[in-house]
Every structure is written in structure tokens, then in C-alpha cells.
């Protein structure tokens, strides 16, 4: 067996290329994730997406292993099409979270609620939303839409300029109700407490009864760092965030010099 026997990967940033409209994985990376599981290797994705908007790239890959959805908050295994492990954020949190967009007109909300997302507006065009969801709806009152049922998670859309300062002042008010974090340049998003993709890793190595020295992840921003702590073996983008890498154990190269696939072809593959 190879020394790891499962492997965790983020998508955006990671394995996913995005160019203008399209959203791709090299040949690459097909190859060496495939190669990879041919040997026996449980592979998995980690991403901050949804279920429905990961489903697509599961398939594409061809993934053996349960996904870890909504920055670990979600568990889904596509091969039974089953949930096995959800934490949500509380509907009161949510709703106080919601009023940010109008005190803040250049942050734009999205809320996640099982296979629906809401947004009370379309501010950009319909290809960026894919990288947050597919097929938003718009409902302009989004704590009525939510309908009584605790969402997933919130996320704010905004100018690069203003992440920094959005990340202080919402990891602030939330304070020790929810977890905070930077999935993007332009994103930061609200998650439940303890939900974070190191916590989804633990939680599917257990289910799957590996243990955490045999266990590698890559990833590359914020939001992957505690996915990259935890793993026995964890391995940073070279275009990633720097705090991130500073937590790896090997940086890999960028996600344009197929990053992953070299980390994969070389502590997995053996070549």
C-alpha cells in the first residue's frame, strides 16, 4: 500500500482551473488522481462548494471516497447519495448576518440551505456565481426564504480591497458563535462552529477508519489550513496563501505547473 491511503484535495485554486467562463482539471491531475485510487488510495474532495455545485467535478474525477462540502460542515457520499454528517448555523446568527449587506452595499450575501442558495440580487454575471453555487435564487428578503430551516452557511461576495477589513470586522461580531474564514479573494464566509475542513477530514478519516499518519491533503488558500494541519502529510499550493503554507509540511508547485499532480505523482506514486 502506499504510505498514505487517503488522500484529501481542495478544488478552486488547487486542482480546479478556472479561465474567463470555464472551470477544468488538467490531464494531469485526472491522471494522477486516478493512478492514485488505482493503487488503493481513498481519494476525497475538500471544498468550501456545495453538494450540488461539487457533484460535477466528483464525477469527473471519479472520487472513491465521501466529499467534504461547506468547508467541512457538510459529508456527502455521492456513490449512495447519502448525507452522513451536517452542522448548520442557528437561523438567528444567519439573519443578523444577512443585515450586513445593507449596511455594506458593496457586500453582496449569499445563503446556503441544503441544494438551495439564495441571493436578493444579481450584481455579477451568471458564470461567477458557479463559483459559489449553481443557480442561485434570487429571493430579495433572504432570512423569510430561509423559511424557519437553519442554512448551511453565509457568504459575502466583495471588492478584494475590502476582504481584509469584512474578515476583522464579521470574525468580530461573530465572535465564538461560528467560524470565520477567507475561501477566496473575494469571498469570506460565515461557517458553523466547528465546522472547518481540518474537523471534516477527522471526522472521515474515523468514518473510514484510517489514521491521521496515513492521510494527505493539499490545498492552497485560508480556509485550507486546518485541512492541511491536520493531515499527516499536508501540502500547500505554491500560488497559495502564505499562512497556509507556512502550516505544510512540503509546498507544492502552482496550481498552472499541475501543483497537485507533482504531489501526488511524487509522495503517492513514488516517481
Avoid at 461547506?70 to 448576518?97: R, V, W
Avoid at 461567477?128 to 457568504?155: I, M, Q, S, T
Wanted: with cysteine; net charge negative; hydrophobic share 40%.
Amino acid at each position: 500500500m502506499p504510505p498514505y491511503q487517503l488522500l484529501a484535495l481542495d478544488l478552486d485554486g488547487t486542482t480546479l482551473n478556472h479561465v474567463d467562463e470555464r472551470f477544468f482539471f488538467t490531464p494531469r491531475v485526472v491522471q494522477a488522481v486516478q493512478a492514485a485510487m488505482a493503487q488503493g488510495v481513498k481519494v476525497s474532495i475538500a471544498t468550501g462548494r456545495s453538494v450540488s455545485s461539487t457533484r460535477e467535478f466528483a464525477l469527473q474525477l471519479g472520487t472513491n471516497a465521501p466529499t467534504i462540502c461547506h468547508q467541512g460542515g457538510t459529508i456527502y457520499d455521492f456513490n449512495t447519495e447519502t448525507t452522513l454528517f451536517e452542522q448548520t448555523l442557528s437561523i438567528e446568527l444567519a439573519c443578523s448576518l444577512i443585515e450586513f449587506e445593507q449596511r455594506h452595499p458593496s457586500w453582496h450575501a449569499v445563503v446556503y440551505r441544503g441544494e438551495d442558495v439564495f441571493i436578493t440580487h444579481k450584481r455579477y454575471p451568471d458564470y461567477f456565481y458557479d463559483l459559489v453555487a449553481l443557480g442561485p435564487r434570487v429571493a430579495p428578503d433572504l432570512c423569510a426564504a430561509l423559511e424557519g430551516r437553519e442554512p448551511d452557511k453565509v457568504l459575502f461576495i466583495l471588492p478584494a480591497e475590502e476582504t481584509p477589513i469584512a474578515l476583522h470586522t464579521i470574525t468580530e461580531y461573530v465572535g465564538t458563535r461560528a467560524n470565520t474564514v477567507q475561501s477566496h479573494a473575494l469571498f469570506v464566509e460565515v461557517n458553523p462552529l466547528g465546522a472547518d475542513k481540518g474537523s471534516g477530514l477527522k471526522w472521515l478519516a474515523n468514518h473510514l477508519g484510517l489514521q491521521q499518519e496515513h492521510v494527505m491533503a493539499v490545498g492552497d488558500q485560508g480556509n485550507d489550513l486546518t485541512l492541511v494541519q491536520w493531515a499527516g502529510f499536508g501540502v500547500a499550493m505554491g500560488n497559495g496563501n502564505p499562512i497556509t503554507q507556512a502550516a505544510a509540511n512540503w509546498i507544492a508547485p502552482t496550481i498552472d505547473e499541475d501543483g497537485a499532480a507533482v504531489a501526488i505523482e511524487k509522495f503517492i506514486l513514488g516517481r
